[in-house]
DNA sequence: ATGAAAGCGCTAACAG
DNA sequence: CTGTTAGCGCTTTCAT
């Protein structure tokens, strides 16, 4: 910004005729101030056009009131309604958000986790997918992750994931598969939804399969990893729960082009239930994320940990009790036709 | 933040044994050093763990290297596309991105507007909805508008709307279509994909039909909204042209309620081309926009115009040229099967 | 080649 | 009730 162009509180002093101190007061509404006062100095902030500069109120200490959060994308509507219900959470509280998209590199994470730190924003929401950056345990700020956890030290806010892997395995097995398979992002023992789908498939007593097609993989590529997956298990599996609404797309468009038909020889359940994806493909049967009361549990926990940390002893290092929490929402089956 | 936590430039100073300006001249690699300081002041930096603080910096003066992006919501694939395409190019530059979601309302974009002013970021690219605000015309920064244009005075980066109406239009009747309807979200003069479809219309000889649904309608509202609509048709259109992708979705959801075939009893086509619904919706042929290409021009010229300001003569109004220039970018047709 | 000091725009004691 | 003054953390003349 061209400072010729923007007023300051000394243009609306002098304006004004007042001293600084006094143009303060009445933008912070402190101390007492005689009617006249105000009235005068609401002109001049009128005459002028005048709006604080929050760069400089940031540096006077406390806080920028700007919150970061890092998501893979938000070109993704999972993580594009994670972020708007994020900010409005926040905007009730007088916050802001600085939305950083990690697109699933490291490199990028780590960068926008030092451009956070720079801009010495109050705390951070982390949905990223990096489980491995070691910068995260050595981070001075209160931090939240949401969607994924990130280290015990951290508070996450998630969904129930194994009981949605869980709901939708079942709901496979109740519209009669025999042989249902998982499609993922990831397998691994740590992948919730993933356990879900095996404790279910054990109970019933069926051997589980999955698949995987990695999280980041270009959206180009994947229907042929898709296909390569799934051509190789025809007449093997009756049914594909897809870890997130996309994937299950995609199942569905292979079905097609294979010339089977939903759900009699093959049964498809998705995972998240985006507001944006219901309108695409309101057919889909999917495990449905309670997306605004998860956004709004880890503000209203990162908001805490920040007033706990501003409000912590002046002296000594007054460490705030790191507790790290879990908190799971649960999640909700949405009927379509698919399953 | 508290200041405790974070090292600043005095603490460096200290540490190295130098003074402010050493490190600070280390740090911005400005003026001679000897390799000893160099050396000295880079292992107090590592041992500190020391970050410089962005919002003193850009207190300073200059600029915060910081742009806003105001768009209805990046729960919406186009808008979210729109948001990692703006970050990405903005980051070749060393730019960051403060994105607003103004969910439609005016009164949150208005407050978005101070806030980013406030924040004294370097410029603004929006994307928002409301051509009414008159705080755009009064705004002191340069700002450029993608996707819909706001006054003449700003430039404007879209992609050819009338000529994507026209090709839209055009595959319908080509694939055999003679009632071809209009859905959009709001019909009027300047709606340059609508003119492309009256345009050709009337080119063919055919009365236009043209439905509106408007943008910011609740996602549950829609279905019925819609079928108020197009029920009220059925016999007398042939096929529609959603003027955006998700519009389309639910046409083509209307018609299977409606036991309507497609293409044979109603052909479908949509704009957008978002790669999250090409993956919901492979199927659905549409007119893609070329994001990419429209978020690095909207970066070449907002960036422009911040680099004019900055270097503009220090004394007078230096007024840059008032360039309410339009960019439009060519749109492609997307073959389906819904059309 | 390095340091001292002024100031970016604002807030917050501390006077009066 | 209002003004003076000292910083917040950093950059940048101007000295040395």
Redesign the pocket.
């Known amino acids: 910004m061209d ?1 010729r162009l923007e007023p ?3 243009d609306v002093a002098k304006e004004a005729g ?5 143009v ?2 009445v ?2 509404n ?5 009617q ?2 105000k009235d005068k100095v609401a002109r001049a902030i009128k005459t002028l056009g005048y709006r ?2 929050q760069v ?2 940031a ?4 806080r920028t009131y700007t919150i970061g959060l890092i998501v893979p994308t938000v070109a993704l509507p999972f993580f594009g309604e994670i972020a708007v219900a994020v900010e409005n959470a926040l905007a009730e509280s007088g916050y802001r958000v600085l939305i950083c998209n990690s697109l699933g590199r490291s490199d990028r994470e780590r960068d926008y986790l030092n451009l956070l730190i720079g801009n010495r924003v109050d705390g951070i929401i982390s949905g990223a997918h990096n489980e491995d950056l070691e910068e995260y345990q050595s981070i001075r700020m209160p931090i939240v992750t949401i969607d994924r956890s990130l280290s015990p030290r951290i508070p996450n806010v998630r969904c129930d994931n194994e009981a949605g892997g869980r709901l939708a395995t079942e709901r496979l097995l109740a519209g009669g598969s025999r042989r249902p398979a998982l499609l993922t992002s990831r397998s691994h023992g740590l992948n919730l939804r993933e356990r879900g789908y095996r404790i279910t498939c054990e109970a019933a007593g069926i051997e589980p399969i999955v698949f995987e097609v990695p999280f980041h993989t270009a959206p180009a590529d994947r229907p042929a990893l898709m296909a390569q997956c799934l051509d190789g298990a025809v007449g093997m599996i009756d049914s594909v729960f897809a870890t997130d609404d996309l994937a299950a797309a995609e199942v569905l468009e292979w079905a097609r082009q294979r010339d089977l038909l939903v759900p009699e020889q093959l049964r498809v359940i998705g995972f998240d239930g985006t507001v944006a994806v219901r309108r695409a493909l309101p057919t889909l049967t999917t495990i449905r994320q309670p997306i605004e009361d998860m956004a709004r549990e880890a503000v209203r926990l990162l908001l805490g940990r920040i007033d706990a940390v501003n409000s912590a002893p002046l002296e000594g290092g007054a460490d705030i009790p790191e507790i790290g929490e879990i908190v799971e929402f649960p999640v909700e089956l949405l009927e379509g036709s698919t399953a």
Chains 1, 2 share one sequence.
């Open positions: 400072r300051t509180l000394a007042v001293s600084l101190t006094t303060s007061r933008l912070n402190r101390g007492y101030l005689s006249a006062t604080p500069n400089a109120r540096l006077h200490g406390k």
